[in-house]
T-cell receptor
Framework: SQKIEQNSEALNIQEGKTATLTCNYTNYSPAYLQWYRQDPGRGPVFLLLIRENEKEKRKERLKVTFDTTLKQSLFHITASQPADSATYLCAPTTDYGQNFVFGPGTRLSVLP | DTAVSQTPKYLVTQMGNDKSIKCEQNLGHDTMYWYKQDSKKFLKIMFSYNNKELIINETVPNRFSPKSPDKAHLNLHINSLELGDSAVYFC????????????FGSGTQLSVL
């Protein structure tokens, strides 16, 4: 059965450093992969979507890579700020939105 | 204006009761969803409707019944509530049924006593 893993349940980094979060999937081949941010007591917020034919996508301080050979996506936040502290969820998705499953999330804490 | 709004924000009720959660989106999207987030924070899809038609119905007890009166509304009715139903329920919407770029509501915290 398909499985999604995110590198660690929690990640602490110092303000100003680059945070790197990992999403690994097995037993299926997503056509695209999405990243969401979730703050306590709130619903997830869409951040970025990267398709299988794209190696990298950027949005302001965010960068996502997608390696279909390694079955992995990396999510980077450069020049991290305490306001970036949240849980980040990945969601690899097959064509036509089938098999759309969220990963367990990584709780990021950026320390001042 | 809130894009996806759901009510109530909190719902505390006794076992065996029947309750409903309402959801409305003003984004003009065709597809709406119900997700459940349990105490371990796993977010799992329950139902998906596209233009008022059910397209995803995961393994959910039939005590849960979604209803979509129009494509801007998707309500969730739960019969005979059980302790294990306690969770946060999120409504979401997307432009179409490809599941790209979901917009979520702020959630309904359901506590069954």
């Amino acid at each position: 059965s398909q499985k999604i893993e995110q590198n660690s349940e929690a990640l602490n980094i110092q303000e100003g450093k680059t945070a790197t979060l990992t999403c690994n999937y097995t037993n299926y081949s997503p056509a695209y992969l999405q990243w969401y941010r979730q703050d306590p007591g709130r619903g997830p917020v869409f951040l970025l979507l990267i398709r299988e034919n794209e190696k990298e996508k950027r949005k302001e301080r965010l960068k996502v890579t997608f390696d279909t050979t390694l079955k992995q996506s990396l999510f980077h936040i450069t020049a991290s700020q305490p306001a970036d502290s949240a849980t980040y969820l990945c969601a690899p998705t097959t064509d036509y939105g089938q098999n759309f499953v969220f990963g367990p999330g990584t709780r990021l804490s950026v320390l001042p | 204006d809130t894009a996806v709004s759901q009510t109530p924000k909190y719902l505390v009720t006794q076992m065996g009761n029947d309750k409903s959660i309402k959801c409305e989106q003003n984004l003009g999207h065709d597809t709406m969803y119900w997700y459940k987030q349990d105490s371990k924070k796993f977010l799992k899809i329950m139902f998906s409707y596209n233009n008022k038609e059910l397209i995803i119905n995961e393994t959910v007890p039939n005590r849960f019944s979604p209803k979509s009166p129009d494509k801007a509304h998707l309500n969730l009715h739960i019969n005979s509530l059980e302790l294990g139903d306690s969770a946060v329920y999120f409504c979401a919407s997307s432009q179409d049924a490809t599941n790209e770029k979901l917009f979520f509501g702020s959630g309904t915290q359901l506590s069954v006593l």
